[in-house]
C-alpha cells in the first residue's frame, strides 16, 4: 500500500494488488471522510491503523462514501459497523441486482472476510457538509449511480471510476449524463484530480480524453483507427457491453448497428 499526502488535508492509499485501486481520505475539521474502500477489511484495517498512528482520525466521526456499486469500491464497507456510508440514490437498486452476484464470481479477490454491506445514507443530487467544506454529488457516468467528492477548502476531487486511462469502462446506456458529468468536472477548479484506479492527475488532459471517447459514442461514431492495441481492446469490450445492454427495439437504431459493424471489425482486428 502506498501513501500520498494531498494538499493540507488529503491521504491517498494506494493498493496495487490484484489491480492499482485508490482509497482517498479527507480530514476535514469535523469528520473523517474515506472514499471507497476497496475489497475487504483487510484493507481498511491497515488504512485505518496509518490514520490512528497519524492521529488524524480521532476525535473525529468517521463517514464513508462509495463513490459507485462496483465491488472493488465497496468491499471494505463492513470493516464499519456503526459508521454512516454515503452513496447517491441510484447505489441500492444497483447493489440489490449485482451485490451477490459479484461476490461470487470475483470472491477470490477480497481481502479478509467480506460481508455485503449497503450504503445507509442515500442522496438525491448533493450533500454537502458546510463545517468540513465538502460536498458529494451525483455523477451519473461509468454506472447509474456514480457519485463523486469535491473538497472545497483543497480543491480535491474525487471521481470514482468516471475518468480512468485511457478509457473508462462502460456499464450505462446513458451517454448523454456521462458528457455532462465530465464537462461539469472540467468546470471545476480543482487542483488534484483523483480516480479510482489511476495516478493522480494534475492537469485536464485525462478528462478531455475521456469526454471525446464519450462523444463519440454518443454520436455513434468512435474513430478507433489510430487507437493502440489497448485502446482497441477497451473499446472492444465496451462495445460487447453496449449492444448486451440495449433492448430489442433500439437493436435496428443506425448508432448501434454501426456499433455492431465495428464490434465486427475490431474482433477481428485483434484476433490478427
Ligand atoms: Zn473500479
Known sequence: MEIQEIGKRGILFT???????NVFVIIGKKHTFICDTFLGPESMESVFKHLKEQKKVF??????FNSHADYDHIWGNCF????IIIAQEHFEKVFRTKAEKELNKYGKHQKGKVSLVKP????????FFPEDQIVFFSSPGHTAESASCFDIQDKALFVGDNVEYPFPYINNLDFESYVDTLEKYLSFDYRWLITGHDEIQKDRSLIK?????LQGLKSGKVDFS???PEEKEIHRMNLQ?????????????NKYQKFQKDLLILTSQLEK
Open 80 to 83: 464499519f459497523t456503526e459508521q
Open 241 to 253: 457491453k453496449i449492444l448486451s445492454l440495449i433492448s430489442d427495439s433500439e437493436k435496428s437504431d
Open 15 to 21: 493498493f496495487s494488488e490484484p489491480y492499482r485501486t
Open 209 to 213: 480524453r475521456n469526454l471525446d471517447y
Open 226 to 228: 489510430k487507437f493502440t
Open 120 to 127: 445507509n445514507l442515500l442522496f438525491h443530487s448533493k450533500l
Open 59 to 64: 476525535p473525529r466521526k468517521v463517514i464513508i
